[in-house]
């Protein structure tokens, strides 16, 4: 704890839950279902204070040039996502990089985010690095109404990024057929 108190250590931890503004925000998580989430009062930000994976470094990273192996699948198919993730600041340091999915048109509904896969990169000043993630039939699925474990065919939204904050994550699309 001290060395990284004192800088000798770059920190590289992302949280894993979301730290709300106020209580009024209770409960707040990053993976509620579309029609969860109220609007606070009309002045009121309503964003969470730290949302779900986020992370300080002593450095800077960039992640982007978000890729898919194939664009559409079929049910029982995996598919590969890559990321270039950059260290753009000028100490070496981790990056977690998180994978995301949304699938909006499925009945019951499915949260508007849904953590699935993520990788730890160590990067020195400057140095990029593609990572690769997995999307496999069973982080596609979930459980129907009566219980069955099924992956609906459909456009999924695949989101990579730092956090699960919308302003962290680039996406693609992604056909399930």
């Known amino acids: 704890m001290v060395d990284v ?5 770059s920190p ?7 730290i709300p503004r106020s209580t009024g925000q209770l409960p707040d998580y ?3 279902k579309p029609s969860a989430r109220r609007q606070g009062y009309i002045f009121d930000d309503s964003s969470p204070l730290y949302p779900f994976g986020y992370g300080l470094s002593y450095t800077t990273f960039r992640i982007d040039g978000v890729r898919l192996e194939s664009a559409s699948i079929a049910r029982t198919d995996s598919v590969r996502v890559f990321a270039n993730v950059t260290n753009t600041g000028a100490r ?5 990089v998180q994978l995301y999915i949304r699938q909006d048109f ?6 508007v ?14 140095e990029t690095r593609t990572i690769e993630l997995i999307l496999t ?3 596609l699925g979930h459980y129907d109404g009566v219980g069955r474990f ?14 699960s904050r919308d302003e962290d994550l680039s996406s693609v699309q992604l056909e399930v057929r």
């Open 30 to 32: 990053y993976n509620h």
């Open 12 to 18: 590289g931890g992302h949280l894993p839950v979301t």
């Open 113 to 126: 985010k849904e953590l699935k896969d993520f990788a730890r990169v160590s990067l020195e000043p400057g």
């Open 150 to 163: 099924v992956v609906d065919p459909g456009p999924f939204t695949v989101m990579v990024g730092s956090s």
């Open 92 to 96: 070496r340091g981790d990056e977690v």
């Open 5 to 9: 108190l004192f800088g000798d250590v």
């Open 106 to 111: 499925t009945i019951p509904t499915r949260p």
């Open 137 to 139: 039939p069973a982080k």
